[in-house]
């Protein structure tokens, strides 16, 4: 296994992020367990998670995720320094979360406690505000003018930062958690942070995830470029889109119990013609050069420069196998050039 560090927490973090958000619907106790102990037997030290699993959200699945990895913890509590645990905060716009309101310093504090006593654990590696209070192009917002960034009052926001930043710097204090992140922010939400935390002697944003996949690279450059001049690390989620880089989608293809027979969740799952298409082209690279699609997309995802740790997600236990084998199955030019010619064709189908 490689190992990044996580931003200037210089924390080494395998280059494998063990997502979560499937325990506790789509996965049980057992499956969970079966999939620490295989990562953990692999070298992936990196354990995604956040409140607001598992998903799809809803007040019946809220805390389950979290409260899985603390049952795990607390059957092997010697085991809790091989793990990097990564939580979140949910932003605003679950009405079963804090009445759906805000990021608060108050709310921060609430959070962390909370997640705390469901992970069974004293302390979280790395905190993260899951979404901002402001609605950012993420979700499929990424097309021109379908937010207006106009309409934010921007002071306010840098003063709610502000809050949410002292809050954290707090529960650093307290020895509640070690580093903060972000998730499903821009530019201007990483370098306003970053302002505010330099002027006021406060903690670093260390990392940001957000969506990224072979039919879903907005990021690039120049956000991934800001993370690599700032030393903030760089975390994709979603690297397989949902699932749809499988091929298993396909031309309206809905296998039971995959994750697209369940409810559409913020408009994550955007099956158009293009992307559709898009699946196809990489799905005959994939299978010209041996590799499977879906490790052929992961593989592509973790030789982008200015990436720390893909984060990756399973349902079985076979998922994962293959998923993780990936990251060990180096693209040669000509698949990179194959790779290329769709990725020219489709540059932002999804």
Known sequence: ????????????????????????????????????????????????????????????????????????????????????????????????????????????????????????????????????????????????????????????????MLEILQALATCIKAGKIRHIGLSDDTTWGINTYLKLSEKYDLPRMVSIQNEFNLLHAKDWPYLIENCVHEDVAYLPWSPLAAGMLSGKYIDGARPEGSRWTYMQRKGIFRDTESANEAVKGYVEVANAHGFTPCQLALAWCNQVDGVTSTIIGATTIGQLKENVAAFSKPLSKEILTDINTVFKRYPAPY
């Not at 192009?137 to 003018?145: E, R």
């Open 1 to 160: 296994m490689e190992y990044s560090k996580l931003g200037s927490s210089q924390i080494p973090v395998s280059r494998i992020c063990l997502g979560s958000m499937t325990w506790g619907l789509q996965n049980t106790q057992q499956q969970a367990d079966q999939q620490i102990e295989y990562a953990l037997s692999q070298g992936i030290n990196f354990l995604d998670t956040a409140e607001m699993y598992a998903v799809p959200p809803s007040p019946e699945t809220y805390g389950k995720t979290e409260a899985i990895i603390g049952n795990w913890l607390s059957r092997h509590p010697q085991r809790r320094q091989e793990l990097i645990i990564a939580s979140k905060i949910a932003g605003p716009g679950l009405p079963w979360v804090r009445d759906g309101g805000p990021i608060t310093g108050d709310a921060v504090i609430a959070a962390v406690d909370a997640s705390l006593k469901r992970l069974q654990t004293d302390y979280i590696d790395l905190y993260q505000l899951h979404w901002p209070n402001r609605t950012s192009p993420h979700f499929g917002k990424h097309c021109p003018n379908h937010i207006r960034f106009s309409d934010i009052d921007r002071k306010q926001h840098e003063a709610d």
